[in-house]
């Protein structure tokens, strides 16, 4: 039975959604059928198809009471938008259906997890809430919250208690959960169920200790060539070192089960070191990969994020398989892009000295790997998005092994942290980038995945240079694609 928040909700997205055309979206960044998007949620299989959700307030550009927006797709890249999932209709979700994940039941049914928000005299109450569907409408459990804050550890919070992430083992369900332990800082608690509404809390997977910044949000728990692996997305973190953001990060906590099954920490690295990224979500995908979703935003005070008239606010990064090399997390953008390229241009063993621009080198949504190497100490930048006064830099300091991404002077709409300079691992002063422009945004990734600078961009469209400049010597081979366009498909 569809209430009517939920009715109304559909019917207000449907109507507004067919007012925004194809160019003022990304071609195959992910963004909401109208108003607000941000983490993505529910990222799962079911029947044959990839489905995806994401938190949504259909009704304006600016945070509001969470419901769930939802599409799907069968090569990643083309999202069908299917109708909104869950708007916050019941007692216990009535403030907000706030994030979680989707899992195929063993009988056929597409199973949310997600969390329930209400405020009780002022004070925020959280729990964890299931609903069952048919990969288009979905019923709460009657059941529902089936874990509350009566099932938290002494000392932990019920007003930040969110974000499960579910999947099946065996005959057992499990799931993690973000919360605030005694201490006032982030852990990740196990629980786990066998009949999804009776849930048992197993103990605390990891805690940051006050070291790894505060609430741990948005956790994600996989084994992934031979490691298990902890994705957090902490509240309030004092970087530990210049790889490390301040206030907003994403961490992979690399590890291992011991006998009793308890996670061990190994390695603790940042996933994401651009300046827009969070609270990603991975699914693994029937052919073995393991697949990485993100939301590809900062923190900061979102109406000043959103250009003047726009309709929409927030996408999704690209789709990125993971895997493990030499104790790091390589992501890379799913193979399925490879598909949408066309009309390749290459150079071989370009010298650069001073300033240069290439011939069809050029565009806003394009696929293109560089490779440079050199001579010496030396600083070399990349120049994108580009006219006469507005573009956004790479720029690679050869002696110090450091890459800076610069959006200084992309226009941005608002004056926020619009620089950062990251430590790379030296190879004797070569690099490789492949950046992926979608209209929006940029993703940088470095020396084949094993680091990746994500940034939004809202300078226009028509601002589309590239140019090359170095102080110093190098030289460089660049292959360039201009990509297609997999544009969203609405429902009609």
């Known amino acids: 039975m569809i209430s009517e928040q939920l009715r109304r909700a559909r019917a207000y997205e449907a109507r507004m959604g067919a007012l925004i055309s194809p160019a003022e979206r990304p071609l195959f960044h992910l963004t909401p059928t109208t108003g607000w998007l941000n983490d993505p949620n529910g990222f799962s299989g079911y029947r044959g198809e990839y489905h995806l959700f994401y938190q949504y307030h259909p009704y304006s550009t600016s945070w509001g009471p969470m419901h769930w927006g939802h599409c799907k797709s069968r090569d990643l890249l083309r999202w069908e938008r299917l109708p909104a999932a869950l708007a916050p209709d019941q007692p216990y979700d009535r403030d907000g259906c706030f994030s979680g994940s989707a899992a195929e039941t063993p009988d056929g049914r597409h199973l949310l997890m997600y969390t329930g928000r209400r405020l009780e005299e002022g004070r ?56 605030r332990a005694g201490d006032g800082s982030g852990e990740v608690l196990l629980y786990s169920s066998e009949d999804l509404e009776r849930w048992r809390l197993e103990g605390a997977l990891d805690r940051s200790a006050n070291q790894w910044g505060k609430m741990w949000e948005c956790p994600d728990f996989f084994s992934l060539d031979g490691q298990s692996i902890l994705l957090v997305s902490p509240q309030e973190l004092e970087a530990p070192g210049p790889e490390f953001h301040n206030g907003q990060e994403v961490l992979c906590i690399l590890g291992g089960l011991d006998s009793g ?51 929409w606010f927030g996408q999704l990064t690209l789709p990125r398989e993971l895997s493990v090399r030499d104790g790091r ?77 610069d959006r200084t002077y992309s226009g941005f709409p608002c004056n926020l942290v619009h620089r950062r300079t990251v430590p790379v691992r030296d190879r004797a002063g070569e690099l490789e980038l492949r950046l992926i422009l979608d209209r929006f945004s940029v993703e940088v990734f470095v020396n084949g995945g094993e680091q990746v600078l994500s940034a939004t961009l809202y300078t226009p469209q028509e601002a589309d240079g590239i140019s090359f400049h170095a102080q110093g010597r190098a030289e460089m081979d660049l292959e360039r694609y201009r990509l297609a366009e997999p544009a969203c498909q609405d429902r009609g």
């Open 124 to 179: 925020e109450v959280q729990a964890q809430c299931l609903a069952v569907g048919n990969g288009e409408n979905y019923e709460k459990l009657s059941a529902n919250p089936v874990i509350t804050g009566e099932q938290l550890p002494p000392g932990g919070s019920a007003q930040d208690f969110r974000d499960p992430k579910l999947w099946r083992d065996g005959s057992r369900w499990y799931a993690v959960a973000g919360n």
């Open 329 to 405: 997390l390589i992501q890379s953008p799913v193979r399925e892009l490879e598909a949408w390229r066309k009309e390749r241009v290459s150079y071989e063993n370009v010298p650069l000295s001073g300033s240069l621009t290439l011939p069809g080198v050029s565009g806003r949504t394009l696929d293109m790997k560089i490779a440079l190497r050199c001579r010496g100490d030396g600083t070399f930048t990349l120049k994108f998005a580009q006219d006469g006064h507005r573009f956004t830099a790479l720029c690679f300091q050869s002696g110090p092994n450091l890459l800076t991404l």
């Open 261 to 311: 099954g308890r996670f061990i920490r190994q390695s603790i690295s940042p996933v994401d070191q651009g300046l827009d990224f969070y609270a990603p979500q991975t699914a693994l995908l029937p052919d073995g990969r393991r697949v990485m979703i993100g939301w590809m935003q900062a923190a900061g005070e979102p109406s000043c994020y959103v250009p003047k008239g726009q309709k």
